[in-house]
């Protein structure tokens, strides 16, 4: 059995309408899902469903949808989390790092996604990103950059000379065949 604690703000969207979305996860990790109106979780299974089954249900609490969280079953998928307060000393600093991040109508954390090809989500003081293993490293450091104070330009900047390495090395590796 294993128990999380999902913030309030998240527990509607792990329920879903009249608990579709927990009826959906069963089915998909194979565990019985409760939650309490406080906010825990408790996951009941066999041992290999309940490990499968965990950052599932953290991502779904960081604030993806279940439809990308549910990515995290395929192998070759992970999340990093990256907590903020590591670059922000008060509110008003969390507030404006936050707003670097997602940018002017939320303009940066889209390029963030386009480019590094992952899923960002901003929720309360962190910023998780679901995506494939080698990209979730490059969206990170998007994201650390940002949070430090590099110019949105030099960020974006090095997302696409990332992205345009990415694809020079998927070229070579069709011409290789």
Do not use: C, W
């Not at 408790?42 to 290999?48: L, Q």
């Not at 439809?67 to 395929?74: D, G, S, T, Y």
């Amino acid at each position: 059995m294993e128990i999380i604690k999902v913030p309030q703000a998240r527990i509607k969207a792990l329920r879903g309408d009249r608990g579709s979305v927990t009826r959906m996860l069963e089915e998909k990790l194979k565990a019985s899902i409760s939650l309490d109106k406080d906010g825990t979780v408790t996951i009941e299974g066999e041992p290999v469903d309940e490990f499968f089954a965990l950052p599932v249900i953290k991502a779904i609490a960081r604030g993806f949808e279940p439809r990308v969280a549910l990515k995290l079953l395929n192998d070759e998928y992970g999340m990093k989390v990256i907590d903020l307060r590591d670059f922000a000393r008060n509110a008003k600093t969390m507030a404006r790092v936050r707003g670097r991040i997602i940018g002017e109508e939320g303009k940066a954390k889209k390029i963030i996604e386009d480019e590094a090809e992952v899923q960002v989500a901003i929720h309360g003081h962190t910023v998780a990103i679901i995506g494939e293993l080698e990209l979730i490293d490059i969206a990170a450091t998007a994201v650390f950059k940002l949070a430090e104070g590099v110019p949105h330009g030099g960020v974006y900047l090095y997302l696409e000379k990332n992205r345009r390495r990415r694809k020079a090395e998927e070229l070579k590796r069709k011409a290789g065949r």
